[in-house]
């Protein structure tokens, strides 16, 4: 009745002091926004909605969900798979391989990094929504209830005619007036807390960013790592379809990565990239060659070359198979077969 009354402005109702009204605010404030980066964190962890619903019924059930392969896991053992298929011996099947193992890392890298998160960030999160912010929303109806009672035994003083009625009334306004002030003490209490609710929600933040700078410079390692590996085979075969042969293609040209394209080089690559090298190689003359891509030496046995420029080239017995000798005026050094085109 005091509630309806309230509602239709026909009974005043006591309002509860400022610090408190801005206590409650900051708490709903609070527990607002926690949800929201609570639920777009999850999102962000696992994109895939289905799979989310289905941890979420696993967890609700206390069972383990069943272990599936993530996205870059599966995209990685395709590409083993196909790399298998095509023939580890090959330039793309080696590649392929190699790729599909580094997909599997970074898929490691992921569930780490959602488990890290889970743990350190999401986990305190809900309990602050499932925990504490439940007790405070119990406790602050409560204090409605006692408010209530409150005013209504207040109107009921104010009706009062006969003296009798009006010493109840005023007995009952006065245990009711210290129930209600000792609920608002309670929720004042609870309500405080909320500052240190912010400080440890504070250090699970500074975790879930540690989680993910560990994660992202695994990945940038990871693909580093490949891209140099990648970078150890010809660019021939690194070169788009829809280019010419003449496009150089951007790949990190360390030394020892240079050094170590014979090891990764299928041996029948080298007459597919350039017809006439084992005639050249049996032979003891010389020939023309036009340089597809820049190389830098690696050190001061090798020729430094410039893509398009023409130089000679010819084979010394004993040399290994995946280098020729090369000749620019009086500037002579090894230079790699890869990085040639044989002219008529």
């Known amino acids: 009745l005091q ?50 619903i289905e941890e979420f019924v696993y967890e609700k059930l206390d069972r383990k969900a069943p272990s599936r392969m993530n996205n870059p896991e599966l995209l990685g053992q395709y590409m083993i798979d196909a790399g298998n298929e095509f023939g580890p011996g090959t330039a793309y ?44 929303t119990k406790e602050r109806k409560l204090l409605q ?54 400080a440890h929600h504070l250090r699970c933040l500074n975790d879930f960013v540690e989680a993910q700078m560990t994660y992202y410079a695994q990945c940038y390692q990871y693909m580093l790592d490949l891209q140099k590996q990648l970078g150890s085979f010809p660019s021939t075969f690194l070169s788009n379809n829809n280019q010419s042969s003449t496009t150089p293609v951007q790949s990190v040209s360390t030394p020892s990565v240079l050094a170590s394209a014979s090891a990764s080089l299928p041996s029948v690559s080298n007459s597919i990239i350039t017809p006439g090298l084992s005639e050249l190689k049996s032979s003891s003359g010389s020939r023309k060659a036009r340089v597809l891509y820049d190389y830098d030496a690696a050190n001061s046995s090798e020729l430094s070359l410039l893509a398009d420029e023409v130089i000679t080239v010819y084979s010394i017995p004993g040399m290994d198979s995946d280098w020729l000798m090369g000749e620019r005026g009086n500037q002579k050094g090894k230079v790699p077969i890869t990085y040639l085109e044989l002219l008529n």
């Open 145 to 198: 209830n006692k408010r209530l009672d409150l005013d209504a035994a207040k109107t009921r003083l104010k009706k009062a005619k006969v003296a009798e009625a009006r010493a109840a009334s005023e007995q009952e306004v006065r245990i009711t007036q210290s129930e209600f002030d000792r609920q608002a003490e309670i929720t004042r209490l609870l309500l405080e807390g909320i500052s240190s609710t912010h």
């Open 3 to 52: 509630f309806t009354e309230e509602k239709l402005g026909q009974a005043e109702k006591t309002e509860l002091d400022a610090h408190l009204e801005n206590l409650l605010s900051k708490a709903e404030c609070t527990k607002l926004w926690t949800e929201k980066i609570m639920k777009q964190t999850e999102v962000l962890l696992q994109p895939n909605p289905n799979a989310r």
């Open 93 to 136: 099947g080696n590649a392929l391989i190699k790729c599909g193992e580094t997909q599997k890392r970074i898929g490691t890298a992921d569930r780490e990094l959602i488990q890290t998160s889970a743990i350190n960030f999401l986990t305190p999160l809900r309990n602050f929504i499932e925990g504490d912010y439940k007790t405070i």
